[in-house]
């Protein structure tokens, strides 16, 4: 097991650290402190070239140029909440609001946009980076401060865990954190030879501006449907595009299997545990004028060139008794997690 820790590079007068772990059998991820942001994830390909299966920027400036959230850690709170209202406590809150008067991803100052404290630590068969943060109320305008600790560790069994853990202060809060993870397994710019697998037999029904409205609808019998594998590009056809909340089968807060991405060329497979209720899956349903991956040599970003799988409890869940609990009471600790096991067939 290794670790290197490196400066990426100068953004906005910060040093921005990359941290690449490797693990005994030539799988390598790396990280960049700005935005808790996991950077790559590398694996040996046929002819022992590290293929990274992750989207991904040359340069910091490029997360921001667009609304993508590019691999980044997204918090307090994944996904919109309506007009950025909720109550707790019995109080009724108001956080900012960043898109068409709701709170999307955290707001304009969620974690995505810090630059995180980090160090690494190392066990026989794994490795670990750790990013730390002193969330504060007045910065990103959600009630009460609280230490978050985002952990990336990769093991020997090829899987990454992204460990997310809050210690509240003295104010009830919410978190709902995870990670933006784009994924592309292919060498093509787009996802037609993906297929998908989704533990879920519901979705959230969203109105226009994509706020869920209470109601879970059946995925039987609709391009919803994952629960055997599926061609993802003929269920992008066929849907338009995804930017959907899933509803993950099992019980809360219990580690559940959620959802097997592969590719059948390669024989790559990436496949994902959480302890939220919700899968995410958002496959960049417009042209991307401001996006450049660095994979694709300056051309700009097609629509679904790669899917994101982001796993989380539902989004609105503070406005929806029957959607999970994002709460945080005070002086408590909470740690989510969610694993991504990479497998070659
Ligand atoms: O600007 C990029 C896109 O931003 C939004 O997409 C988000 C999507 O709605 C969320 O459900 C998902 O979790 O994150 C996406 C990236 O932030 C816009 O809805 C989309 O139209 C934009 O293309």
Redesign the pocket.
């Known amino acids: 097991m290794e670790d290197i820790e490196k400066t990426f590079e100068n953004y906005q007068g910060s040093d921005i650290k990359k941290v690449t772990l490797k693990n005994d059998h030539g799988v390598t991820i790396s990280c960049l402190s700005l935005g808790a942001t996991w950077y790559e994830f590398l694996v040996p390909d046929e002819n022992k070239q590290q293929k990274n299966l992750l989207m991904n920027f040359d340069h910091c400036v490029d997360y921001y140029s ?4 590019c691999c980044q850690s997204i918090g307090r709170v ?3 909440i309506k007009n950025g209202q909720f109550t707790l406590d019995g109080a009724n809150v108001q956080v900012p609001t960043n ?1 068409n008067g709701n709170t ?2 955290g707001g304009n100052n969620g974690f995505r946009f810090l630059n995180w404290q980090v160090q690494t630590a190392k066990t026989a068969n794994s490795v670990s980076a750790i990013f730390t943060h002193q969330i504060k109320e007045d910065h990103d305008g959600f009630p009460g401060d609280m230490l978050v600790t985002i952990t990336y560790t990769l093991d020997n069994e090829d899987k990454v865990t992204i460990s997310y853990k809050a210690e509240n202060g003295t104010q009830t809060t919410l978190f709902n954190p995870t990670c ?1 993870a784009y994924f592309n397994l292919s060498d093509n710019p787009n996802l037609s030879t993906h297929e998908i697998k989704i533990n879920s037999e519901k979705h959230l029904q969203l109105d226009p501006e ?1 706020i869920p409205t209470g109601k879970m609808l059946a995925n039987a019998n609709t391009p919803y449907n994952f629960h055997d594998f599926s061609n993802l590009a003929a269920a992008l056809e066929a849907n338009k595009g995804f ?1 959907d909340a899933f509803v993950i089968n099992g019980t809360e807060n219990q580690m559940k299997y959620v959802a097997t991405l592969r590719e059948k060329e390669s024989g790559r497979q990436i496949t994902i545990s959480s302890e939220g209720n919700c899968l ?1 899956m ?1 496959t ?3 042209e ?1 004028s401001e996006v450049k991956f660095k994979r694709d040599n300056g051309s700009i970003g097609q629509p679904s060139e790669a899917v ?1 799988l ?1 796993a989380q409890i539902l ?1 609105d869940a503070i406005n929806h008794r029957d959607f999970g609990d994002i709460v945080l009471p005070a002086n408590t600790t909470k740690e989510h997690q969610i694993v991504f096991a990479f497998e070659q067939h």
């Not at 667009?66 to 959230?69: A, E, M």
């Open positions: 667009n609304g993508l959230c994944a996904g919109r898109e999307l991803h933006h994509l930017d995410v958002y960049m349903t417009q991307q994101a982001e989004p």
